[in-house]
């Protein structure tokens, strides 16, 4: 679970930058198809082929601050159409595109030159954006149509591109890793060194043609780094060119619907993919049966000095995160259950121990969230095999996003004052509905075990 | 007629600092020593007052035309004549006088409190709020039992209690001349007997009737019962310009009530508020009817419907960003 959220923050929160914007370059198709590695030539060599045919067509992407007319933040993007569509991720371009009277968009390209570019389209769940520079016939990547096909072998070298931390334009060498195993989110992990500043940085094969996005890494790793695979770049690319720009100051209600339209199939996921009982000393909980929910479990039965009470909890989490802003990582769901067992705790201090433990924290986004509000209850169902509950529903509401909600519900066993159940749900940006709906199985699946 | 009055100079602090018996039908006030009674005051005329009694056997002070004049006690104006059967006080120049018939009613005699009573008191209630306290740290205990861990805070307590009680006795001291420590210490450890009674009920309340919102009166129930202590505290001390006294006392416990509550929103608002299941006693403490998932779900409309509100109340800013970080 830690290890988790470490993931997220790891990935996500770290602004990354830039990439470069090709002035002019050799006519895309022709470099590609002689870049291939032969046999008997060392591999850098395929990375300086790559990076020569490159180099026109990436860009750094800076996002200013209007008034000061500097940086914030940096990141990458790279050129997709001979008219000036490029691509990047959308958190490399969220700061404009939520407060586009603060900040402006401007790219960077390796032969130095600048210019304005305009927000054409953004897909938060893939944290992809299509930009346009200002320009007519210019270099661009393809898309390998490997990639969309989904067929990339695992091992294949891939070259990861953009400006790390504003040093200047780098390509590094990495591994095709495949897909992530137990993720809701398709993301190609790619073992290479992606850091800061690289985000929206094309990846591509040997070929260099597009096989994905730079988007993230794991701090607590080494060179683990995920990429955004480059079907959805084509989807996102495919609706830019159909439907009109997004209008720069309607794209938070479009950030609202892209949230709201994110959680309600991913509840379905979680519907579809079904629930499971699972057992916790003499009680029954709920499990979720989707890949994606990872579990880990922990005790407290080794801690010095000996533990007063018994702890086993498990804790599952969707893992999943959505950045929106700077200040705002939503889109997860976690779900824990921790059974207590006193060991010499008399009933007072057992319950006393309880109501230290039973917080669920929401982080730190106080003020992107109104205040919390809550309600609490005894719950139970009569004549059924379920224990009394006590429950409590807390929920706060997104400032900038109508109908999202923060909601938790924690539920403890009331049957026996030396033990319990202690059951924690958490849903990050969700619709009152799924709430609802998901907080009813998760309560009446608290049950006796036979 | 062998009526008598009683003529009383009053200290600067309100206390009788003389007391003279007048036989016959009118006394003289003044600084000159022909007068029956004689005041040390630079603002007295030699000869101030005439003290008698009118027809109806009434008491009325007169000036003998005097420079400063003659005021009633608590009056601002200036009168020639003065009738004292209602309002016996009397001012000249800087001195306060009362003038009394023979006949004037005195209060009741008043029970005395027998010699360490309060003390008694005061160690009863210690000792019986020492032991409760005493069980409360043992049922909140969950860490290894250490006897630090117990008796620390207790001394803490006990220590500030004492400070409390003394610094009233301090205040009585200086103004009444009595410290009386014994009396305000049992009135001290009666409050926080109380507090504790309340804190107490106020937890078990909230939590068996699975209602939160007791915790916001629990903080004002002891706001009150801080002003009702200071309020005890000073009929201890005496009751001499209460009325100032305790409107400082109220506008400060207002005060610090406002202060905590802001305090509190500020910090949530800020800091964020962790999801909880609030303050847990055991099942037996249960007060309230069991509901069904769906009248508990049901209810968490309401939630919804509050923080729908809220977000329109205070809509976001057009920033999103407050810092200029760069990544």
């Given at each position: 679970m830690r290890r988790l959220l470490v993931l997220v923050a790891g990935s996500l929160a770290a602004g990354m930058s830039l990439s470069l914007a090709a002035a002019s370059a050799p006519a895309p198709g022709t470099s590609p198809a002689t870049a291939g590695a032969r046999p008997g030539v060392p591999l850098s060599s395929t990375a300086e082929r790559v990076f020569e045919m490159a180099k026109p067509r990436i860009l750094q992407i800076r996002t200013l601050l209007q008034a000061a007319g500097r940086q914030t933040t940096l990141g990458s993007g790279f050129v997709v159409s001979s008219d000036g569509y490029a691509l990047t991720n959308y958190h490399v371009v969220s700061r404009f595109a939520l407060d586009p009277k603060t900040y402006r968009l401007e790219y960077l390209a390796p032969d130095g030159a600048k210019g304005p570019l305009s927000l054409l389209a953004i897909d938060v769940a893939h944290d992809l954006a299509v930009v346009k520079v200002d320009h007519a016939s210019l270099p661009y990547f393809e898309i390998d149509p490997r990639a969309l096909a989904g067929y990339l072998p695992k091992g294949e070298r891939m070259y990861a591109m953009g400006n790390p931390l504003d040093l200047g334009f780098t390509i590094v060498e990495g591994t095709n890793n495949g897909l992530v195993d137990k993720s809701y989110d398709e993301r190609i992990h790619f073992s290479g060194a992606i850091n800061p500043g690289m985000s929206g940085g094309p990846v591509t094969g040997a070929d260099g043609r597009i096989v994905g996005i730079n988007v993230a890494k794991r701090v607590d790793g080494e060179q683990v780094g995920f990429l955004v695979p480059a079907k959805f770049a084509a989807e996102l690319l495919a609706r830019a060119r159909k439907g009109p720009p997004l209008a720069v100051d309607k794209a938070r209600e479009e950030v609202g619907r892209q949230l709201d339209a994110w959680q309600a199939s991913f509840y379905d996921a979680l519907r579809r993919e079904g629930f499971r009982e699972a057992s916790f000393g003499p009680y029954r909980g709920l499990e979720s049966a989707a890949p994606w929910m990872t579990c880990w479990a922990a005790t407290n039965a080794d801690q010095v000095p000996r533990p007063r009470a018994a702890i086993n909890s498990t804790s599952c989490s969707s893992a999943t995160s959505l950045f929106v802003s700077d200040r705002i990582l939503t889109g997860r769901v976690d779900l824990s259950y921790s059974y207590y067992k006193s060991i010499d705790l008399n009933a007072f201090q057992f319950a006393h121990e309880l109501s230290r433990r039973s917080t669920a924290g929401f982080g730190n986004q106080a003020r992107r969230l109104t205040e919390q509000e809550c309600r609490d209850d005894f719950v139970a169902m009569p004549g059924s095999h379920r224990p009394p509950l006590r429950a409590t529903w807390c929920m706060r509401a997104y400032r900038e996003f109508e109908g999202l909600y923060n909601v938790t519900v924690l539920a403890l066993t009331q049957d026996r004052d030396r033990e319990a159940l202690l059951a924690r749900l958490t849903m990050l940006g969700v619709s009152y509905a799924n709430a609802v709906d998901t907080g009813r199985r998760f309560l009446e699946a608290i049950r006796w075990a036979r | 007629m062998g009526a008598v009055m009683w003529i009383e100079v009053l200290s600067r602090h309100g206390e009788v600092a003389a007391r003279e018996r007048i036989e016959g039908p009118e006394a003289r006030v003044g600084r000159a020593f022909d007068n029956d009674v004689v005041v040390d005051d630079p603002?007295?005329?030699?000869?101030h007052l005439r003290i008698f009694r009118a027809e109806d056997g009434e008491l009325v002070a007169e000036d003998l035309g005097t420079l400063n004049g003659l005021y009633p006690e608590h009056g601002a104006h200036r009168v020639q004549r003065l009738p004292l059967a209602k309002e016996p006080g009397i001012r000249i120049g800087r001195t306060t006088l009362r003038v009394h018939d023979a006949a004037h009613a005195v209060a009741a005699e008043r029970l005395l409190t027998p010699p360490r009573a309060h003390a008694a008191w005061a160690a009863a209630l210690g000792g019986a709020l020492l032991a409760a306290l005493l069980a409360l740290q043992w049922l909140n205990l969950t860490a290894e039992p250490s006897a630090n861990l117990i008796l620390l805070p207790l001394l803490g307590f006990t220590t500030v209690v004492v400070l409390w009680s003394g610094l009233w006795a301090l205040l009585s001291r200086v103004f009444f001349g009595q410290a009386r420590f014994a009396l305000q210490l049992r009135i001290a450890l009666t409050a926080c007997i109380v507090l504790v009674a309340w804190e107490q009920a106020a937890g078990a309340l909230s939590f068996g009737l699975a209602w939160r919102g007791l915790d916001e009166y629990e903080a004002l129930g002891a706001w009150g019962l801080l002003a009702a202590t200071c309020y005890a505290h000073l009929q201890a001390i005496g009751p001499r310009h209460m009325r100032i006294a305790l409107g400082v006392i109220a506008a400060l416990i207002v005060a610090g009530a406002t202060m905590q509550y802001a305090g509190k929103s500020e910090e949530s608002r800020f800091l964020g508020q962790e999801a909880t299941l609030g303050e847990l006693r055991p099942p037996g403490f249960r007060l309230r009817a069991l509901s069904s998932d769906d009248d508990f779900l049901k209810r968490t409309e309401t939630v919804k419907r509050e923080v729908d509100q809220s977000r329109l109340r205070e809509p976001p800013s057009g920033a999103l960003f407050s810092g200029l970080d760069s990544d």
């Open positions: - | 603002h007295v005329a030699p000869h």
